[in-house]
Every structure is written in structure tokens, then in C-alpha cells.
């Protein structure tokens, strides 16, 4: 089944503490990028990667790191969590960007910073 | 930016109800997609349709991009179709990003 597989689903941690959100997709998407969703601020994109080793910065990077080593993975790297930082995160990956193609996202990851 | 607004902001309806749910967006687009969040958060793509006229069971949308609007039609709702709907386009000048609306949360009921 093509998807974007999100891990975890749900993490509590503390502030400092590093942290990884894996997202993969098995569809041969060339874009993938990464989205926070906040109650009366929407849905906002972190980052971005239009190919392997090419990634950018959306509209809210600051405290966020991304990779993109390989074609199907894009993970999502909080080097020093803040609680500023509580959010449902999503993943999406779409085959271009930009030229008459969809984005499929992930089942999301509900992140809580105490 | 682009704006997107959608309406109405809440819906409440009885089920085997229709409903019409409108979104409205500044500029040109390259890409227009309708999610539904069901009451889990997950985001569930409906239609990939910056242009013309889908059906998809109950479910059909139609964007007039010349115009720039789009129309999200629910038919025979249920209570299933609870959550919130949202509008999301890509700027035909900056295809990076999706700029979605603020949704529309329907509620269905028995």
C-alpha cells in the first residue's frame, strides 16, 4: 500500500532531551517536507527536500533539523526540545512539487514538550 | 502570500443531510487539495484537484480556477464524516508549499 509511514505517533519528553521523528515513504516521491499543526495557527511547513541531499527551510525552522540521506526517508531532528515546540507534526511526500501532483501525509505525530 | 479562506468555519448536520463547503484563494495555483482530519488528527486526502470536476462516492468537488474558488460537496452525510475539512493550495509562483485554510469543522449527527 503506497504511504507515509510516521514513528512515533505519540511522544511525551522533556526539555533538552534530543529527539527524532522518522518519516518514510514508499511511493519513489522525489519531495517530502515536514508540517506543524497549532490550535488558531493552522498547518505551517518546517522543511522541505526536493531531492536526496537538497533541503530548505519553510516558514518555521528554528529549532528543527532535517536530513535527507536516502530518497525514502526525511527525518525530523529536535536537537534541544522546547515546550514551544508541542504540536502535531505531519510528514508529507508528493512525486514533485509545484507541477500538477498531490501530496500524501502521514497519520501525524502528536509531540508533547514538558 | 496567498490567501485561502474557507466557509463556513462550523457546520452541524443531521445525518442523510447535503452540504456545500466553499474555499476561496488569492492567486493562481498549481495544485488545490481537500483533507478531511477526522477526530484522531490524521489527514485524509479527498481530492487532488486544481481544476474541473471529481467524484468520488458521496464525496465530489469542483474548482473554477479562473474564478478561484472550490467547492467541496458532502451528499447523504454521516456521523463518520465528522472532523474538520480543509482547503490547501500550492502558489503557482512558489510550488513549495501547501498554504492551507483554517477548515471547516462539521459535525454530523444522529
Known amino acids: 500500500e503506497a504511504q507515509v509511514t510516521q514513528n512515533p505517533r505519540y511522544l511525551i519528553t522533556v526539555t533538552g532531551k534530543k529527539l527524532t521523528v522518522t518519516c518514510s515513504q514508499n511511493?519513489?516521491?522525489?519531495?517530502m517536507s515536514w508540517y506543524r499543526q497549532d490550535p488558531g495557527l493552522g498547518l505551517r511547513q518546517i522543511y522541505y527536500?526536493?531531492?536526496?541531499?537538497?533541503?530548505d527551510k519553510g516558514d518555521v525552522p528554528e529549532g528543527y533539523k532535517v536530513s535527507r540521506k536516502e530518497k525514502r526517508n526525511f527525518p525530523l531532528i529536535l536537537e534541544s526540545p522546547s515546550p514551544n515546540q508541542t504540536s502535531l507534526y505531519f510528514c508529507?511526500?508528493?512525486?514533485?512539487?509545484?507541477?500538477?501532483?498531490?501530496?500524501?501525509f502521514g497519520s501525524g505525530t502528536r509531540l508533547t514538550v514538558v | 502570500g496567498i490567501q485561502v479562506e474557507q466557509s463556513p468555519p462550523d457546520l452541524i448536520l443531521q445525518e442523510g443531510a447535503n452540504s456545500t463547503l466553499r474555499c476561496n484563494f488569492s492567486?493562481?495555483?498549481?495544485?488545490l487539495q481537500w483533507f478531511h482530519q477526522n477526530p484522531w488528527g490524521q489527514l485524509i486526502n479527498l481530492f487532488y484537484i486544481p481544476s474541473g470536476t471529481k467524484q468520488n462516492g458521496r464525496l465530489s468537488a469542483t474548482t473554477v480556477a479562473t474564478e478561484r474558488y472550490s467547492l467541496l460537496y458532502i451528499s447523504s452525510s454521516q456521523t463518520t464524516d465528522s472532523g474538520v475539512y480543509f482547503c490547501a493550495v500550492e502558489p503557482a509562483d512558489s510550488g513549495y508549499a501547501l498554504n492551507f485554510g483554517k477548515g471547516t469543522s462539521l459535525l454530523v449527527t444522529p
Open positions: 511511493m519513489n516521491h522525489e519531495y
Open positions: 527536500s526536493m531531492n536526496v541531499e537538497v533541503t
Open positions: 492567486d493562481s495555483v498549481n495544485n
Open positions: 508529507a511526500s508528493s512525486l514533485s512539487s509545484g507541477t500538477l501532483y498531490g501530496y500524501t
